[in-house]
């Protein structure tokens, strides 16, 4: 596919994460132990337990960054969807949180408490581990795909990046890991066709280099210290032996690049980058996102992609995300069957919700139980939807409720169903900004939802329940759950 019609962000962000995922399962593991019993396929469990197909930190705080990114760089909404990734497991592979790193949990910690996220991240020398590296392509390929670089002014097209990156880990060096990193993905997507990957590497790393050294202080110091960002010319020629594979950024930029330079496929360049052992997952989801982008998301085999958790959500947010970037407006889509993968929408969908004490299994169950006595409403708990509905009849036959108080209710049962649900609250987000309309074709029932009969197909509808659920998926994403 030609460069031009390529959606890079889904090419690099599916590339990360089938990386991270390789990886989760061998995280610490040394590098002898790898070459004893190396990484040849995605599998399940390992170091953290987790199914095949799970992925950690490196692609939920990539998600979060993506999908603060779709609304333009705010480092308030940024920190604020790693809150809830952090606090509630949203953007997580199967509802889990399973893996943090030091620097990071520290800086959304002191978001939590009131500071200004300018403030958040680690400055010191121990501010250099690679959580900021791992989650940096969203904003890199922003900048690639919507500012214009001009080597005069090298500053400002890096300044989103590391405003970015500083909001976990604010120290120079590794933010000029991140910068040498988009420079070498923007030489990579403006390149001439004559050029190799290596010559495309050497192109951005030289960029990187004149850049932090124009910008003097601290920036020009570290990059001026002898030995500490190779060449990429030196890395190819490497061997493995002299490559770290540590949590420490520098170690990360280079095994990434080191890994891509010397494989000639994407899954070559992952699997290499798992066997270098220690911190495989970001190693891998680091190399991965570039060599996604290299080698496009259908170079990446299917069988891994098909294990991968949470695909849905990771395409959903990819393609928001490019869309923005390229300001596309996303034809307007509707959902109105909630089947398949929507069958999660529909009321009766069996779901654990607790209200006030009492647990539910399904949103049906919960929503009826408030229209009835406190005291009654425990004969809901192990209910089925249609057991809910006749029970209710029963117990209120000549009894009405009040549509205002109803739509409160509904709308309270709505949003516990996914707020203590993280795995329904993921699948909701991952509908996007599709329209929500409840089916009730057959039921004439033109105040919940739309019935599409030929006696109701020209009448007006209120969809109620439809909006609602949008209603719910808006403060989901706002992270608003009260």
Not at 159 to 166: C, E, G, L
Not at 365 to 391: I, P, S, V
Not at 456 to 464: D, E, G, I, K, M
Request: glycine content about 8%.
């Amino acid at each position: 596919m030609s460069n031009a019609l390529r959606n890079h962000v889904l090419d690099g962000m599916l590339g990360l994460a089938v990386g991270d995922a390789l990886g989760v399962p061998f995280e610490f593991r040394s590098r002898r132990e790898m070459e004893e019993n190396p990484a040849t396929d995605m599998i399940g469990y390992g170091t953290y337990h987790q199914p095949e197909g799970s992925w950690s930190d490196d692609t939920s705080m990539a998600l979060c960054t993506a999908d603060s990114l779709i609304k333009g760089f705010d480092p308030e909404d940024m920190m604020k969807k790693f809150s809830a990734w952090k606090s509630r497991a949203q953007y997580t592979a199967t509802g889990v949180r399973f893996d943090i790193g030091i620097s990071s949990r520290k800086a959304i910690e002191k978001y939590e408490m009131g500071l200004d996220p300018a403030d958040c991240g680690d400055a010191g020398e121990y501010g250099n581990g690679n959580g900021a590296l791992m989650r940096i392509f969203p904003a890199a390929i922003m900048q690639c795909i919507k500012a214009v670089y001009s080597e005069a002014d090298a500053r400002a097209f890096l300044d989103p990046v590391h405003r970015s990156a500083m909001i976990t880990h604010a120290h120079e060096r590794g933010l000029i890991c991140c910068g040498i990193y988009t420079m070498i993905l923007h030489a990579w997507l403006n390149r001439e066709e004559s050029q190799t990957l290596e010559d495309v590497m050497i192109c951005g790393f030289e960029r990187a280099q004149r850049a932090y050294t124009a910008m003097g202080g601290r920036f020009a110091a570290e990059m001026a210290k002898t030995n500490q960002f190779i060449h990429p010319r030196v890395l190819a020629a490497c061997p493995q032996e002299e490559i770290g594979s540590s949590g420490y950024v520098i170690h990360t930029l280079h095994a990434a690049l080191w890994c891509l330079l010397t494989t000639q496929s994407y899954a070559q360049c992952v699997l290499k980058a798992v066997n270098l052992g220690e911190d495989t997952d970001t190693t891998a989801a680091v190399a991965g996102s570039l060599a996604g982008v290299i080698y496009g998301v259908e170079a990446i085999p299917q069988a891994w992609l098909d294990k991968l958790k949470n695909r849905a959500l990771i395409e959903s947010i990819s393609s928001r995300l490019s869309d923005a970037l390229y300001s596309v407006k996303p034809e307007k889509q509707t959902i109105d069957s909630f089947t398949g993968e929507h069958t999660h929408l529909a009321l009766k969908f069996a779901a654990r919700i607790d209200l006030d004490g009492i647990v539910y299994q399904n949103a049906t169950a919960a929503w009826l139980a408030q229209g009835t006595a406190f005291e009654e409403r425990k004969q809901f708990c192990h209910l089925n939807a249609h057991q809910a509905r006749r029970l209710f009849k029963r117990m209120t036959a000549e009894k009405t409720w009040d549509p205002e108080e109803k739509e409160a209710a509904l709308y309270r049962v709505c949003m516990a169903k996914y707020s203590q649900n993280p795995e329904l609250s993921q699948s909701l987000l991952a509908t996007g900004v599709r329209e929500i309309i409840y089916d009730t074709t057959g039921a004439h029932d033109n105040e919940m939802g739309r019935c599409a009969c030929s006696s109701c197909a020209q009448l007006p509808y209120q969809n109620r329940y439809g909006k609602l659920l949008m209603r719910v998926r808006e403060c989901l994403a706002d992270n608003d759950v009260s």
